[in-house]
């Protein structure tokens, strides 16, 4: 099983930052096949990306993503108050599919 | 807009069955794969089971295989959950989401999730 292990746990930022989200995998992604959400208390997660960098649809470019071999990266720039939220990666290359534990962004 | 609504959460004692449902609303329900993923404050999210758009493929993940079955009624743009033999360790909220695709892991919609709650 493909382990993902997010970074850091807790995020503290002000409006108008920059925040870098962190989803590192315990081996190969096949086709980089990793996908993020977005997930506020109460409601059900949110899909922003897949394929690593590309955005969802209706999803704003404020949102981006990377991959550096297994380090794949979710980038949030000008941090609005709604982007709080607890934040996902989730690979879908492989069975089991898996989820990090997740990061909570607080701003 | 694509909705995906579930029910048949409730409390249910270890070694029962409980079948959830999801109704699906908004897009071609027979064209696309479906997933259960399940939430808990202590384990995260964990995918459970994927059938795809016509119910030939199923995956399950190893802990639930053999006690939790998937299925689907196109006709009726819904698809379910069996849950036999529950344990403790199968509380959470339960998460219905399409997949984007006939035959694709990914998921790109998620329905508001029922709350299965397994106590003695």
């Known amino acids: 099983e493909i382990v993902l292990t997010q970074s850091p746990g807790t995020l503290s930022l002000s409006p108008g930052e920059r925040a870098t989200l962190s989803c590192r995998a315990s081996?190969?992604?096949?086709?980089?096949?990793v996908a993020w959400y977005q997930q506020k208390p109460g409601q059900a997660p949110r899909f922003l990306m897949h394929?690593?960098?590309n955005r969802a649809t209706d999803i704003p470019d404020r949102f981006s993503g990377s991959v550096s071999g297994t380090d794949f990266t979710l980038t949030i720039s000008r941090l609005e108050p709604e982007d709080s939220a607890m934040y996902y990666c989730?690979?879908?290359?492989?069975?089991?599919?898996?989820f990090g534990q997740g990061t909570r962004l607080e701003i | 807009q694509v909705q995906l609504v579930e029910s048949g959460g409730g409390v249910v004692q270890p070694g029962g069955s409980l079948r959830l449902s999801c109704a699906g609303s908004?897009?071609?329900?027979?064209?696309?794969?479906m997933h259960w993923v399940r939430q808990t404050p202590g384990t995260g999210m964990e995918w459970v089971a994927f059938l795809s758009h016509d119910g030939r493929n199923a995956l399950y993940r190893d802990s639930v295989k053999g006690r939790f079955t998937m299925s689907r009624d196109n006709s009726k743009n819904t698809v379910f959950l069996q849950m036999n033999i529950l344990r403790l360790d199968d509380t959470a909220v339960y998460y219905c989401?399409?997949?984007?695709?006939?035959?694709?892991?990914?998921?790109?919609?998620w329905g508001q999730g029922a709350l299965v709650t397994v106590s003695s």
């Open positions: 394929g690593a960098s």
């Open positions: 989401a399409r997949g984007d695709g006939p035959g694709n892991w990914l998921i790109d919609n």
């Open positions: 989730q690979q879908y290359a492989d069975s089991p599919i898996s």
């Open positions: 081996q190969s992604v096949g086709r980089n096949f």
């Open positions: 908004g897009f071609s329900f027979s064209d696309f794969s």
